[in-house]
């Protein structure tokens, strides 16, 4: 199996960068802009020696377009354009992008010139469609208070396990699937509710994100809507999320999520928007929104480095 990129299995640091870009010309420009990003994990390891104890991590990820352009011969088998989601008054919105930087590190700083560095290289020849700043709130939580990623795999095995793909697609063994979404909360509505209704729409406890128990979590309640089990199996993920946002703006998630099955995204979202048959959804789209959505697909570093003498 091919060897993950850093950002796919690691955990979370303390800071992220998060950038979506889309390029202006892809079909005379793809080959050129593919062998510039298999140098990212070199820029990653360079930034990484100013300061080993910031663990600088990265990831580059390509859209679906993206392959059609560089590689339509072999590509991912289940990789396909985020296809937008329409609830009762919920919409979960395809934006698109060809190329995703994951960049996390515990100094902001390092990361910011990480992604400099890269939009150096890049120049012109991309546009810039997601241009976020994550950071750790807390101990870990989402602004809304509640402890985020609880049921996220632990260890590099586990992890490994939910994120990297196997002998299913044996030319990109070890790559991953990757949903971004970026989400605003509805803050002063969500503070308005008492914590026991919270509770209720998350389907933990706030202090200590213990799960309720059967009788007192609805299913309408996120981790209900999330949590899927098929044949007896939880269908993993392994969720990247930070909180973004600052005090006079706007302010919210931006969602990532690695997998090996891509299809474990779309079953999530048909629950969470209440497109899933059963005429329920999850409640706590009704105090947050999305504003961005895409799939892309990250290849291990055998894959990206192959772009290099493409």
């Known amino acids: 199996?091919?060897?993950?990129?850093?950002?796919?299995?690691?955990?979370?640091?303390?800071?992220?960068?998060?950038?979506?870009?889309?390029?202006?010309?892809?079909?005379?420009?793809?080959?050129?802009?593919?062998?510039?990003?298999?140098?990212?994990?070199?820029?990653?390891?360079?930034?990484l020696k100013e300061d080993p104890r910031a663990e600088v991590t990265g990831s580059v990820s390509f859209g679906s377009e993206f392959w059609d352009a560089v590689s339509p011969a072999k590509r991912p088998r289940l990789l396909h354009p985020f296809a937008a989601?329409?609830?009762?008054?919920?919409?979960?919105?395809?934006?698109?992008?060809d190329l995703l930087f994951h960049i996390s590190s515990h100094r902001h700083d390092l990361n910011f010139e990480l992604a400099r560095r890269i939009m150096t290289e890049l120049g012109t020849s991309v546009e810039v469609l997601e241009d976020v700043h994550g950071f750790t709130y807390m101990d870990s939580r989402d602004l809304t208070g509640f402890i985020d990623g609880t049921a996220n795999p632990k260890g590099d095995k586990e992890r490994s396990q939910a994120a990297r793909i196997g002998g299913e697609?044996?030319?990109?063994?070890?790559?991953?699937y990757v949903l971004?979404?970026?989400?605003i909360h509805d803050l002063e509505q969500w503070q308005r509710l008492a914590v026991k209704e919270q509770e209720k729409i998350i389907g933990r406890t706030k202090p200590d994100s213990v799960e309720l128990d059967e009788k007192a979590k609805p299913p309408t309640a996120h981790?209900?809507?999330?949590?899927i089990e098929e044949d007896g199996e939880e269908l993993k993920i392994v969720r990247h999320s930070y909180p973004y946002g600052n005090a006079s703006g706007e302010s919210g998630l931006f969602f990532i999520a690695y997998a090996?099955?891509?299809t474990i995204f779309e079953k999530m979202l048909n629950n969470m928007y209440g497109v899933a048959g059963d005429g329920l959804h999850d409640h706590l789209m009704d105090y947050t929104r999305a504003v961005s959505g895409a799939f892309f697909f990250t290849p291990s570093l055998e894959v990206l480095g192959s772009f290099a003498s493409a």
């Open 1 to 47: 199996m091919g060897k993950p990129q850093t950002g796919v299995i690691e955990e979370n640091r303390q800071f992220a960068f998060f950038l979506v870009l889309k390029v202006k010309d892809l079909a005379k420009k793809g080959g050129a802009i593919a062998k510039t990003c298999a140098q990212f994990p070199k820029m990653v390891a360079e930034v």
């Open 85 to 97: 989601i329409k609830g009762d008054n919920r919409v979960a919105p395809a934006t698109g992008g």
């Open 169 to 176: 697609d044996k030319a990109f063994a070890g790559g991953s």
């Open 180 to 183: 971004t979404q970026r989400y």
């Open 223 to 227: 981790i209900s809507r999330v949590e």
């Open 260 to 262: 090996r099955d891509l």
